[in-house]
């Protein structure tokens, strides 16, 4: 295999986002490794190769040290190797936990979407989800954030102390779902 193809093994993953602090587990639900898998396939398959063929034609150009394709090509490269690392290792240490199966429904669990009220009477629905398909605006919350932290293992009803870097807020349970959002 030649340089232009291979995965550089020795590149450092400094600038990934790591999310799962150290001796904990990778929960994710099966949608989420779905997600993860297809992007490194996509990577693999698609957008790897493509770049690839775009470095080895500038490498046949000649010089390379003034050559923008080869330069931002191999760059790309090392971005894509990246990701694929990243995204290799999530898959493999991936817990998958599937909110279907879960038989406790009136407690709140990995994978439960949760309506909470405010002391102010607004309300807000959140799913609590794995570190790798948090997306705050989408109302996925990772289950080490703070607010899923404070929701877990509570019941509709119950009375939570949220505690954010603007001070302690009482929140209500008003509702928990294990449907898929």
């Given at each position: 295999?030649?340089d232009i193809?291979?995965?550089?093994?020795?590149?450092?993953?400094?600038?990934?986002?790591?999310?799962?602090?150290?001796?904990?587990?990778?929960?994710?639900?099966?949608?989420?490794?779905?997600?993860?898998?297809?992007?490194?396939?996509?990577?693999?398959?698609?957008?790897?190769?493509?770049?690839?063929?775009?470095?080895?034609?500038?490498?046949?150009?000649?010089?390379?040290?003034?050559?923008?394709?080869?330069?931002?090509?191999?760059?790309?490269?090392?971005?894509?190797?990246?990701?694929?690392?990243?995204?290799?290792?999530?898959?493999?240490?991936?817990?998958?936990?599937?909110?279907?199966?879960?038989?406790?429904?009136?407690?709140?669990?990995f994978?439960?979407?949760?309506?909470?009220?405010?002391?102010?009477?607004?309300?807000?629905?959140?799913?609590?989800?794995?570190?790798?398909?948090?997306?705050?605006?989408?109302?996925?919350?990772?289950?080490?954030?703070?607010?899923?932290?404070?929701l877990?293992?509570?019941?509709?009803?119950?009375?939570?102390?949220?505690?954010?870097?603007?001070?302690?807020?009482?929140?209500?349970?008003?509702?928990?779902?294990?449907?898929?959002?």
């Open positions: 295999m030649n193809s291979r995965i550089d093994e020795n590149d450092d993953d400094e600038d990934e986002p790591q999310g799962i602090p150290a001796g904990a587990k990778n929960y994710i639900r099966p949608q989420g490794l779905a997600a993860l898998q297809e992007e490194c396939r996509m990577l693999l398959r698609v957008e790897r190769p493509k770049v690839v063929e775009i470095v080895s034609w500038a490498a046949g150009n000649g010089d390379r040290s003034e050559n923008g394709d080869y330069l931002y090509g191999k760059k790309r490269l090392r971005e894509i190797d990246r990701r694929i690392r990243f995204l290799t290792k999530r898959i493999e240490s991936a817990q998958v936990v599937d909110p279907q199966q879960q038989t406790r429904r009136d407690q709140v669990f994978g439960a979407t949760v309506t909470y009220a405010h002391d102010d009477d607004s309300e807000n629905t959140v799913t609590i989800v794995g570190v790798d398909e948090a997306d705050f605006e989408k109302g996925l919350v990772s289950w080490i954030s703070p607010i899923a932290r404070a877990l293992k509570a019941h509709v009803g119950d009375l939570v102390e949220l505690r954010t870097p603007s001070g302690k807020q009482h929140i209500e349970i008003v509702a928990i779902s294990y449907d898929s959002p």
